[in-house]
Structure formats: C-alpha cells, structure tokens
C-alpha cells in the first residue's frame, strides 16, 4: 500500500469516524426519552443507528456486505445467533439481519458515553465477565426471559475479536443458554477483519460476506454438543469465504 493510498484510506476513515460519532452522539442524547417508550417501539427507533452507520461506511470507505443463505433466518421464532467476532463491523451489521434481539455483552460498555446510554435501550444481558458462574446463570436466567418475550440473543463465543485466519477460543455460554432454553442456534460466518480488523483505524473497501448457517436444534442436547456443531460450521466456512474483492 503506497502513501498516497494510505493517506487517502486515512482521510475516508476519519470521515467516517466523523459522522459515527455525530450519529452515536444524537442516539445517545435520545436514549433517556426512549426508554419511556415501550421497548419494541425503542428498539424500532434504535435500530436506525446500525442502518445509517452501515450505510455510512460504505459511503465513506467503499465497505460493502452480501449475506450468504439468508434464508437461513426463520423469523418466525425466537433464536440465538452465534457468530464469529473479527471486527466492530459485525455489531452493526448482525442486527440489521435479524428481528428485535438482545446482545450477551461486558457491563463495561455501558461506561461508554452516547453508545453506553443507547445501549441500555435494546435491554442487553450485560455480565461481569470476571464473575465466572454467576454471569453464565445470568446469562440463562435473563436470556430465557427474552427469550419467552420473542426477542433473539445474539453472541459471540469467542468473546473479543480475532484476526483473519485465527481461531479463538470458543466460550460456552451461548451453548449453555441453548441446552437449557431448548431454543434452536443460527451459526453466523464471516470476514469482516479482513477490512476493519481489531485496532485498525483504516477500513480496506470491498464486499465482505455475512454466511448464515442451517439452524442448529438444541432442545434436549448438551451444551457442549451444542458448541462443537457451531464451532465446526463457523471454521469451516470461514475458510471457504471468498476474499474481500
């Protein structure tokens, strides 16, 4: 890459930055009254903070997305989304693919001024990841109550992002959620670190690919049943994504 394309990759970059958080700032300022509204009002209003950051990105730094199999999203009922974790890209991206959900998240981010407050109005399951036994019974308490209420859960049993072409190390909590609501799993595949990877600030364009997996039947099984199905589809078809083009 010769600086002059750096220097330009660097200039799209901060215009997207720019407008993040002029965006995140707006949505965080309107987080307080929408938590008067009923929730899937405030998470209808809320969701537009992914659509227009995904669409900024694209406008800004020519990153685009194509979703692989999106057939594979019954919407019909309330799923847990277990997908792999690269880039920040995939927090945007995920929940405009899916119905009203709660993320499996750190407490810590609600620390975050704008994007915390806004966070709190989609009703995450925030866990104090160093609580151990505790976060994973709060984590089946909470989730079966959203769960029940028909909201998805979305995680990422890695727990922090990992580079293109790694593997993390995947964490049961998704899998113990799953055995013990008996609601189905959808893998979720992708390579977005390939044009946002961790701690980049420049964003490389291209088309990343978003894979949906075939439904993955939970009820009865055990957790680490469970794990090993989604974590063999998700490295599987990771490396058979094509590259970002």
């Not at 594979?72 to 277990?82: G, P, Q, T």
């Not at 991206?93 to 407050?117: D, S």
């Not at 925030?126 to 909201?151: F, H, N, T, Y």
Request: aromatic share 12%; hydrophobic share 45%.
């Amino acid at each position: 890459m010769n600086l002059l394309n750096t220097l330009w990759l660097g200039f799209r970059a901060t215009l997207f930055w720019i407008g993040f958080a002029i965006v995140t700032m707006v949505f965080g300022l309107l987080s307080p009254l929408l938590l008067l509204l009923p929730n899937k009002m405030a998470f209808g209003i809320l969701i537009y903070w992914t659509y227009i950051n995904v669409w900024w990105l694209k406008v800004t730094c020519g990153v685009r997305y194509t979703v692989k199999n999106p057939e594979n999203i019954d919407r019909s009922s309330a799923h847990i989304v277990l997908a792999n974790h690269q880039s920040t890209w995939e927090t945007m991206a995920i929940p405009t693919l899916i119905p009203r959900f709660a993320w499996v998240l750190k407490k810590e981010l609600f620390k975050i001024p704008f994007f915390g407050w806004a966070l709190k109005v989609v009703t995450p399951i925030a866990i104090d990841r160093s609580a151990g036994r505790s976060a994973v019974d709060q984590i089946k308490e909470i989730g079966q109550q959203r769960l029940d209420d028909g909201m998805w859960i979305c995680m990422f049993p890695e727990g922090t992002r990992v580079m293109p072409g790694k593997k993390g190390r995947y964490k049961m909590g998704g899998a113990i959620l799953a055995s013990h609501t008996g609601y189905p799993v959808i893998p979720i595949a992708h390579n977005a670190g390939e044009s946002w990877p961790r701690h980049s600030y420049i964003k490389k364009p291209g088309t990343i690919t978003i894979s949906v997996g075939p439904e993955i039947l939970t009820e009865g099984r055990k957790a680490a049943d469970i794990m090993k199905d989604v974590e063999t589809w998700i490295e599987a078809e990771k490396k058979i994504l094509p590259p970002i083009a």
